[in-house]
């Protein structure tokens, strides 16, 4: 349910970073068991929303142990798909998923997301999932994202969002900072990791005021799709031609 952020040199990365490695071997078993299963529907959506071309280059940011990238390529296998984490652990685990079930596996990097080792227009879309709470600065981020794409590509963003309902905030406000430290205490092997997680959402934007800050960095046609009464939402911006 979270991939690993990539941000600049700094306290709260050096800190995300270390946590991540520790959980790298559960990770995948805990993001199903935290979710039911319902993460994997949620990441087909945001591809679909992305909608890229065929045999276009594709960006997975923060790509953790390679859930998008691999949904990716099973939902296109004419897709070239470059995922990128600054976790090497989180990466290990993406490179050996890749070489078991592809036989030409995608490429993974170890980069920052604030200073992408691209060209400017390189690639025809652009995902990140459950990690851009977790930057440092989210302007920055969006920024650079917007650079490496070319005219007219799409950046989809899923993560965490805070429903609009006030009842429904409140009961999923119980589960995500009540239940899921306990889960990710027990499944995952660090209760602080998965504690840390949902305070990040504390002081993250609602989807209305995300999407005002893609505009801002700007994305055009920005818009967000709320899943699960907005527990939920996938974010899209395009590329001015």
Same mark, same amino acid.
């Given at each position: 349910?979270h991939?690993?952020?990539?941000?600049?040199?700094?306290?709260k990365s !050096?800190?995300v970073?270390?946590?991540f490695?520790?959980?790298?071997?559960r990770? *995948?078993?805990?993001?199903? =068991?935290?979710?039911?299963g319902?993460d994997?529907?949620?990441?087909?959506?945001a !591809?679909a929303?992305?909608?890229?071309?065929?045999?276009?280059?594709?960006?997975?940011l923060?790509c953790?142990?390679?859930d998008?990238?691999?949904?990716?390529?099973r939902? *296109?296998?004419?897709?070239?798909?470059?995922?990128i984490d600054?976790c090497?652990?989180?990466?290990?685990?993406?490179?050996?998923?890749a070489?078991?079930?592809f036989?030409?596996?995608p490429?993974?990097v170890?980069?920052?997301v604030?200073?992408?080792?691209f060209?400017?227009?390189t690639?025809?879309?652009?995902?990140?999932?459950f990690?851009l709470?977790?930057?440092?600065d989210?302007?920055?981020?969006?920024?650079e994202?917007?650079? =490496?794409?070319?005219?007219?590509?799409?950046?989809?963003?899923?993560d965490?969002?805070?429903?609009?309902?006030?009842?429904?905030?409140?009961?999923?406000?119980?589960?995500f900072?009540? !239940? =899921?430290?306990?889960?990710?205490?027990l =499944?995952g092997?660090?209760?602080?990791?998965?504690?840390?997680?949902?305070s990040?959402?504390?002081h993250h934007?609602d989807?209305p005021?995300?999407?005002?800050?893609?505009?801002r960095a700007?994305?055009?046609?920005?818009?967000?799709?709320?899943?699960?009464?907005?527990a939920?939402?996938?974010?899209?911006?395009?590329?001015?031609?």
């Open positions: 349910m991939s690993v952020p990539t941000t600049c040199s700094s306290a !050096i800190h970073r270390e946590m490695a520790r959980i790298a071997p990770y *995948d078993t805990t993001n199903r =068991v935290l979710t039911a319902l994997e529907g949620w990441r087909r959506r !591809i929303l992305l909608a890229p071309p065929e045999g276009g280059r594709v960006l997975d923060c953790g142990t390679g998008v990238v691999f949904h990716l390529l939902t *296109d296998p004419t897709l070239r798909v470059t995922g600054f090497p652990p989180m990466l290990e685990e993406a490179r050996a998923r070489e078991r079930e036989h030409d596996p490429e993974f170890e980069a920052d604030t200073e992408l080792p060209e400017t227009g690639f025809d879309g652009a995902t990140m999932a990690s709470r977790n930057v440092v989210i302007d920055d981020v969006l920024r994202v917007l650079r =490496v794409l070319r005219p007219g590509a799409r950046f989809v963003n899923l965490v969002g805070k429903p609009p309902n006030r009842l429904w905030r409140r009961l999923f406000g119980f589960y900072y009540g !239940i =899921v430290p306990l889960i990710g205490g =499944v092997g660090s209760r602080q990791a998965y504690a840390y997680l949902p990040s959402l504390t934007p989807a005021h995300l999407r005002e800050r893609f505009e700007g994305f055009e046609q920005a818009r967000y799709v709320p899943l699960m009464g907005g939920i939402a996938v974010h899209i911006g395009t590329k001015p031609a």
